[in-house]
């Protein structure tokens, strides 16, 4: 009876995970020690992305998938607008283009999923309706070169992301080209963001082992 329960507790456990409830917290902390890749992850100093590093960290524990420790790769203001680039643990999501909607599985060899937050500076409510373009690049070769999906997620809210393959350790740069919001505007957003921007930053990435 009572390993009856126990049971019937990790199965609620598994289905908080998969449903990668906010408030499933506990349940995402005992997943994390059953799995043994988790256990020399360091998951410190990335303070504002910790709840979509806990979902990714919940969701890896249960399809078996490395996880990857959140990782700030740049941050950016631009006339009042803060950019922020993320490395987070790649995860398949979907894709609905007003009829249906395609899953994107996370492809062999890649290394991270790539987020770009647009947020107002002052406000950090998030910007959507923006396009964003990343390129990284290896010296002088280009090693990932593709438009970032505007994206909804329950932690990060819109965001624009893609997943990423980088052809292993070093230091590389990231570049993106981040086009004005298209769409109708409050006045005090009038006079910003009206040419395409590009940012860049250095990052050094080393893969989870
Ligand atoms: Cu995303």
């Known amino acids: ?7 019937l507790a990790v199965g609620a456990l598994a289905a908080g995970c998969a449903a990668a409830n906010k408030h499933a917290s506990s349940s995402t ?3 994390a020690t059953s799995s043994s890749g988790m256990a020399g992850m360091n998951m410190g100093g990335s303070s504002s992305s910790g709840t979509s590093s806990n979902a990714a960290k919940a969701f890896a524990a249960v399809a078996g998938i490395k996880p990857v420790p959140t990782q700030v790769l740049g941050k950016s203001t631009w006339q009042g607008m803060s ?3 993320q490395a987070m643990t790649a995860v398949p999501f979907v894709i609905f283009n007003g009829t249906g909607e395609r899953m994107v599985k996370v492809p062999q060899h890649t290394s991270f999923h790539l987020m770009v937050m647009l947020s107002d500076a002052q406000t950090h409510v998030p910007i959507p309706y923006a396009s964003v373009w990343a ?4 010296g002088s070769k280009i090693v990932y070169d593709e438009r970032q999906w505007p994206m909804l997620s329950r932690y990060m809210g819109p965001h624009y992301g893609n997943d990423v393959g980088l052809p292993g350790a070093g230091s590389y740069k990231l570049s993106l080209l981040i086009s004005p919001p298209v769409s109708a505007r409050h006045v005090e957003y009038q ?6 921007h590009r940012v860049s930053f250095t990052f050094n990435w080393k893969p989870v082992a």
């Open 135 to 138: 390129t990284i690049s290896k």
């Open 83 to 85: 950019v922020t680039a």
């Open 1 to 7: 009876m009572r390993r009856g329960a126990a049971l």
């Open 29 to 31: 902390k005992a997943s």
């Open 191 to 196: 006079h910003v963001w009206l040419n395409p």
